[in-house]
């Protein structure tokens, strides 16, 4: 199986069957003119390195240099070095802290920032000194929530002074020759007039299995051991940033090159404050953003009632309810989610409809289709993407007719549209894509629909999109056999739809659904 895969295929059943079928259960280069500051620390202390204005910029930021060595040269054991910082998110200039474990004697941290940067994929922007390594642990578990906490000392501070808001990826590197991320936002404080790239940590959390424990399996891979929380006080397992990687990245490089204004945020920061969505154009869920909060949701559904066009550039997206516990030994807060022992959460005695299982799940039964325009349906599959309106203005310049196909961009979860579930009215299915799932036979769907503030909503249903960005550049493995051709349309069709929704309410400028659901699915 592919890396973007090898979790969730080998994820256990969630138990009962839902009431829809087939649920599964960047070092070296940095920017010109480099200046170099005291800054606080822990042992032998850190410095930041930060580029000098330029009258070059890109994508409204002082030019920045790429770099292509971003990626880890030796991940090596995990005992050799690995770390979390204290918070998910930060505005610039703020300062958080990393806490690393490490056999080394001492190691470094070097701050990319991914984006564009003719052709390259991240910049350096800042780098620590050497600090001094130690192995920290052992880590606790809550037992009866099974929720596993590194606790470990702070190793160091570190100021993100004079970073340009985006996605990074913070690489530890001990001097043992291995390394690991932690990945970090530097977020947006106003969303005004941008588009809003919106990460999914939450979603991170609930798969990282660091310590044996996740939200999907415990001891011995046990669905029935699984952790009914998932604490952000510890590493991300393997490289430290899988998720990021796979479901995300690429999707943060295409809108850098598309040279639209983007806002930066994390759904635990739309948890928040809805306010990071006020007067954006759009809002972008990326790749994999399963588990979203009911505030979360609440606060993407009134900036699409306001005029914010939607975009989701994957499947599964707002499918678990989950809530973030808020105590004094976690932060940020942990995310919690019981799934089908929702019953067992004391939460619920005194919020009796907010069970942490599925959204479509009672009490308080809330389908994301009302919301995305598609239902997740089914895991695992594997098949082609079809397209059903080759003139819909998301296809232009791709040159596709109606039927054409492009090989394994369907999978490895899906979405469609679903008559019986929670449906927009005016939605037009843009792509219809049989496939089998677990011997039922189904389909994908590509969905566009509107809304009277002229918000625009488009759902690619399939999980491979943002890896289908990848595909035949060899950038992330074999993305399952998807080529280079598959990769040129993704592109394109994301590049449409990103620059058209960057211009305002879809309705406004672009042509207005057409409604063929009853056809396809009389």
Not at 43 to 60: E, F, I, M, N, V
Not at 184 to 199: F, I, K
Request: proline letters at 7%.
């Amino acid at each position: 199986m592919d890396s973007g895969e090898e979790q969730a295929a080998g994820t256990p059943p969630d138990g009962a069957a839902p009431p829809w079928p087939g649920r599964r259960q960047v070092l070296r280069v940095a920017a010109s003119g480099l200046v170099v500051a005291a800054s606080a620390g822990c042992g032998t202390g850190a410095t930041h390195t930060r580029p000098t204005p330029s009258a070059s910029r890109l994508s409204g930021h002082p030019a920045l240099k790429g770099t292509n060595d971003w990626r880890p040269a030796s991940v090596g054991p995990p005992e050799a070095i690995e770390g979390y910082a204290d918070r998910v998110s930060v505005r610039p200039g703020e300062t958080f802290a990393l806490h690393v474990s490490t056999t080394a004697r001492t190691f470094r941290v070097s701050a990319f920032r991914v984006g564009w940067y003719d052709g390259a994929q991240a910049a350096l922007v800042w780098v620590s000194h050497t600090v001094r390594g130690s192995r920290q642990g052992p880590s606790s578990t809550t037992p009866d929530t099974r929720m596993i906490r590194a606790g470990w000392d702070q190793s160091l501070a570190v100021p993100a002074d004079g970073w340009p808001k985006g996605a990074y990826l913070l690489r530890l590197e001990a001097d043992n020759g291995h390394q690991r991320y932690v990945p970090l936002v530097v977020r947006s404080v106003s969303a005004h007039g941008r588009t809003l790239l919106m990460h999914a940590p939450a979603t991170w959390q609930a798969y990282n299995d660091w310590g044996g424990n996740c939200l999907y399996y415990g001891a011995e891979g046990s669905y029935a051991r699984r952790a009914y929380g998932v604490s952000f006080e510890r590493p991300y397992a393997k490289n430290g940033a899988e998720k990021f990687l796979v479901y995300e990245r690429a999707a943060v490089v295409l809108a850098e090159r598309a040279g639209i204004p983007l806002a930066y945020t994390t759904g635990l920061d739309v948890h928040r404050d809805p306010g990071v969505l006020k007067g954006a154009t759009t809002t972008v869920a990326l790749g994999h953003d399963e588990y979203w909060t009911p505030e979360q949701r609440r606060h993407v559904t009134a900036a699409r009632d306001a005029g914010t066009n939607l975009v989701f550039l994957g499947a599964n997206t707002c499918f678990r309810r989950i809530r973030l516990a808020s105590d004094t030994a976690a932060a940020p807060p942990a995310v919690v989610c019981y799934k089908t022992d929702f019953t067992a959460d004391p939460y619920l005695a005194d919020h009796p409809r907010m069970a942490t299982t599925d959204f479509r799940g009672g009490p308080g039964a809330d389908p994301e289709s009302s919301l995305t325009g598609v239902l997740y349906e089914g895991f695992p599959t594997d098949a082609p993407y079809v397209v059903q309106n080759p003139d819909h203005w998301a296809f232009r310049g791709t040159g596709v007719r109606r039927g054409e196909r492009f090989a394994h961009l369907v999978g490895v979860e899906y979405d469609r549209v679903t008559p019986s579930a929670p449906t927009p009215e005016s939605i037009e299915v843009v792509a219809h894509s049989p496939l089998v799932c677990n011997r039922r036979h189904s389909h994908s769907d590509s969905a566009y629909y509107t809304v009277p503030s002229g918000a625009g909503v488009f759902a690619t249903g399939t999980m491979r999109w943002v890896e289908g960005l990848m595909a035949g550049t060899g950038l992330n493995g074999r993305n399952h056999r998807m080529d280079a051709r598959t990769g040129e349309f993704v592109t394109k069709v994301t590049e449409n739809v990103l620059t058209g929704f960057a211009a305002g309410p879809a309705l406004r400028h672009r042509p207005a659904p057409r409604e063929n659901v009853k056809h396809l699915y009389a």
